[in-house]
């Protein structure tokens, strides 16, 4: 197939790709790299036939090679999260069938027994590499190419199997609408088993010709170094990244602070993704940088959907339009589609950027579409033309009264409590209201807080039948990899 048909590195030999540490690579020692990976994966095979290939491994060179090399040679990429416990990692690997892990020495040992008990061989990126590259196979558009995992915060995790096609339009699509060039530099330090990191940072930057700097964690001093230096001009992160630089500003003396935010101010570009991103925050945010976020919608199984646009206004706790190549549409719990604004529905999405299928799993597969269309389960609004996410329909949508409740909506205006700190909204089986809203609570350092005193506080700032009729206050509220609150957790808690 056409070379530009699937994730691909330009061909520049001489153009720097990737900042690994102290170490720079370019586009030509980087893409060399790649096929003799590629070859040694095959080992005299001409394809390797959608084969499963794993790798465990933080952002790196070796998971860029290993990523593309995987491509390449024809198999199925499966990244997993490094964060993730061992015996956590049976499932993933066991449902998709995984024959080969790519793990590196530091790694190794705490795999090998699991790797063993599965029959899968574990290797490393040097183990693999050969010492010359053979003629790869072509590749046809509709090949699987990629499972990730979903999140699993209300169900086990499904692989969610992409295309090359897949891939191909969910990187062409921001290129186009968030005018990528080869002028860009951008830090990766989120986790690489996510669709933002894999899709929206790396895949999009080296498609572009732009430079990727690889951190294997968000290391706030190097980074925030290499902000006061100029060295990026685009910035992507998970509202608690954004929250996370708030308060180090807080630790740190009042001329650093300056620094960094007057690093942030000229860049291009600061994204802001994967969970919702508090009004609160893209105030605080534009008031120490200048710079306006801008919020998208995404998830595992589309890619990116919509989009706030990059020249032109960015709506605070909006996601924006459709991106270019998708279509999106709102239902009603009926299946009829909503034309008016105002009224709530649920997000669906069609386009050459949805997934083919979860592996093994017919039934999920099928029950996730309707009508040609992908059923995300989140639930928005249109306002002048801009879609607000009103949450996820299972565990963010607050049947109350007679009420249908926006969970994030109230979580907004509680985060303006100078004692709030984090909140989760959720709600919870009541007698008399079916659901009775609920604010489970992280003060901020050194705050008390009632229940009195917040509802009083809340009177005149939300209707009435929104005002939580009880909160719990813990130390933190429990997270996935990608700082999204897991409510069901909450919900057993209570």
């Not at 190097?222 to 807080?250: H, R, W």
């Not at 799993?361 to 607000?388: I, L, M, P």
Request: proline share 4%.
């Amino acid at each position: 197939m056409a070379a530009d048909s699937f994730p691909q590195l330009i061909d520049d030999n001489d153009k720097l790709a990737l900042v690994d540490g102290d170490n720079n690579y370019s586009y030509g020692e980087v893409n060399a790299r790649i096929d003799r990976f590629a070859t040694g994966l095959l080992n005299g095979q001409t394809d390797l036939q959608e084969e499963r290939i794993a790798f465990f491994m933080p952002a790196s060179l070796d998971y860029v090679t290993t990523m593309h090399g995987v491509w390449r040679a024809g198999g199925i990429a499966v990244p997993l999260n490094v964060a993730s416990a061992v015996a956590e990692l049976d499932h993933y690997l066991s449902s998709a069938r995984v024959t080969r892990m790519i793990a590196n020495d530091e790694y190794q040992e705490s795999l090998r027994e699991l790797c063993a008990s599965l029959n899968i061989e574990l290797v490393s990126v040097a183990d693999v590499l050969a010492d010359e590259t053979v003629a790869l196979p072509s590749l046809e558009p509709d090949r699987r190419a990629m499972m990730l995992f979903t999140s699993g915060t209300t169900n086990k995790p499904k692989g969610v199997v992409s295309t090359h096609k897949t891939i191909h339009a969910q990187i062409t699509t921001l290129i186009e609408a968030w005018a990528w060039s080869e002028n860009d530099v951008i830090p990766l330090f989120l986790p690489l088993h996510h669709i933002h990191g894999i899709v929206n940072i790396l895949s999009c930057g080296l498609w572009a010709g732009a430079t990727v700097h690889l951190f294997a964690k968000f290391d706030i001093p190097k980074i925030t170094d290499q902000v006061i230096a100029g060295t990026y001009n685009v910035f992507m992160a998970v509202p608690t990244i954004y929250v996370k630089l708030i308060q180090y500003f807080d630790s740190i003396d009042a001329e650093r602070v300056q620094q960094i935010c007057a690093g942030f101010e000229p860049m291009r570009l600061n994204i802001s993704g994967s969970a919702a991103c508090p009004v609160k925050l893209f105030k605080q945010w534009r008031e120490l940088t200048g710079q306006i976020l801008l919020e998208r919608y995404g998830m595992t199984e589309i890619g990116m959907g919509i989009s706030n646009p990059y020249h032109g206004k960015r709506r605070a706790g909006c996601v924006g339009q459709a991106l270019p190549g998708v279509e999106v549409q709102l239902f009603d719990e009926y299946d009829g589609a909503i034309t008016e604004e105002a009224l709530p529905g649920e997000i669906r999405i069609k386009g050459d950027n949805v997934f083919l299928e979860y592996w093994d799993n017919e039934k999920a597969t099928r029950e996730s579409f309707k009508d040609g269309w992908f059923c995300t389960g989140d639930v928005a609004v249109v306002e002048d033309g801009y879609y607000r996410i009103m949450g996820r329909s299972s565990v963010d949508i607050i049947k109350s009264g007679g009420y249908k409740l926006s969970a994030l909506e109230i979580e907004g205006v509680l985060l303006n409590h100078d004692a709030i700190g984090e909140v989760a909204v959720i709600g919870v089986e009541d007698e008399t209201w079916g659901e009775s809203v609920t604010a489970v609570i992280a003060l901020v350092e050194g705050a008390e807080l009632d229940y009195d005193s917040l509802k009083q506080w809340c009177n005149g700032k939300m209707s009435s039948y929104k005002i939580p009729k009880a909160i719990k206050i813990i130390d933190e509220l429990p997270r996935n990899a990608m700082g999204k609150v897991t409510k069901p957790a909450l919900k057993e808690m209570l």
